[in-house]
């Protein structure tokens, strides 16, 4: 539970019956009793406008910086990852 992410984009109902096989596996299958056909399945695809991804662990020593008040901005920057316009 050290890592973060955060996306945004556009979801929309993915129609492809190709994609749709592509993803499709015994792991997946073991949850639908219908297959591949099964109502209960909705396929969605999402387009990335942009992600961030970070790491939530500070070590003890940010930790306790941050208890104390002090600025930690740098540490998180350098564990931060910011894509846009994907």
Known sequence: HDLFARFNGTLSVETSRERFDQFWNNFVAAWYDGGKDDPDILFLRMDL?????????MGLLNVAK???????HDVAEERHVKQTSL
Do not use: C, Y
């Not at 406008?49 to 662990?57: F, M």
């Not at 941050?66 to 930690?72: D, I």
């Open 66 to 72: 941050m208890a104390l008040g002090m600025n930690v």
């Open 49 to 57: 406008g942009s992600a961030e991804i970070w790491d939530g662990d």
